[in-house]
């Protein structure tokens, strides 16, 4: 009897954990949802390195957080996040916004397409080796896809 009890709480608990993970997930594209609801449309009549200064601003205040995108170690997967970002996610962030409101896309689709167009190289999500983890190759990728 104590063996099934302990098996049953044992599933219980990663059951929980499961939903806490999808819980977090969908709290992080909510406020990236949010995040892009915000922005207004006529940004899109600026030269992008002045929207992209206008988006920029909209993460004042928003935590530096080291590694996040290395969230799930067993897959890579598009990590959305604009609640805490380190330096290439902040550039990352700005960029693919930026780019949005020029193209007047500002949706939560899009934003995924083309975050996985900057993120990876030749713009694929292929694994984790296919992402760009050097900001030198981050660059000399996005320079060759002509962003």
């Not at 219980?12 to 992080?28: F, P, T």
């Not at 992008?48 to 928003?62: D, Y």
């Not at 380190?86 to 995924?112: G, M, P």
Request: charged share 25%; net charge neutral.
């Amino acid at each position: 009897m104590q063996k099934i009890l302990y098996l049953f709480s044992s599933f219980l608990l990663l059951l929980s954990l499961h939903v806490d993970v999808n819980a977090h997930d969908d709290y992080k594209k909510m406020k990236c949802k949010k995040k892009l609801a915000s922005f207004d449309a006529s940004l899109a009549k600026l030269p992008l390195n002045e929207v992209m200064v206008e988006v920029g601003k909209s993460f004042i205040g928003v935590p530096y957080v080291a590694g996040t995108l290395d969230e799930n170690p067993e897959r890579e997967e598009i990590v959305v996040n604009v609640t805490g970002l380190d330096c290439v996610t902040f550039v990352e962030n700005c960029l693919v916004i930026s780019r949005l409101l020029k193209e007047n896309k500002i949706d939560f689709d899009s934003y995924l397409k083309e975050l996985e167009k900057i993120r990876y190289r030749g713009g694929v999500n292929s694994g984790y080796a296919s992402r760009l983890h050097y900001f030198s190759d981050w660059i000399y990728d996005n320079q060759s896809k002509v962003l």
